[in-house]
């Protein structure tokens, strides 16, 4: 079973930046897709980029241009890198297995608070 723990969120101001990482528990990590998810409050949770086992990345259009997702496979981890954040961005991030739907169970998440 594959444990994902999601670090990196916070409190930050709109345009600014954070780089959230996940980390993976097991070796085969570097034969995995990825996903970021993210749930604001009220919402269901979206993917917003995902990041296949060979590097072929994918964005939700509502982040393209300003979220970046990159992966070291020694490290088992996953990042995301958020620049010019906007209000609408405060949400509970989440990582995941899987290119096409997440495969795991959900972890606590990381929550990203973008104040205006």
């Known amino acids: 079973q594959v444990q994902l723990v999601e670090s990196g969120g916070g409190l930050v101001q709109a345009g600014g930046s954070l780089r959230l990482s996940c980390a993976a528990s097991?070796?085969?990590?570097?034969?995995?897709?990825m996903g970021w998810y993210r749930q604001a409050p009220g919402k269901q949770r979206v993917l917003v980029a995902r990041i296949s086992n060979s590097g072929v990345t994918d964005y939700a259009d509502s982040v393209k241009g300003r979220f970046t997702v990159s992966r070291d496979n020694a490290k088992k981890l996953v990042y995301l890198q958020m620049n010019s954040l906007k209000p609408e961005d405060t949400a509970v991030y989440y990582c995941?297995?899987?290119?096409?739907?997440?495969?795991?169970?959900w972890g606590q998440g990381t929550p990203v608070t973008v104040s205006s």
């Open positions: 995941n297995t899987g290119w096409s739907a997440p495969a795991r169970p």
């Open positions: 097991r070796s085969i990590f570097s034969n995995l897709a």
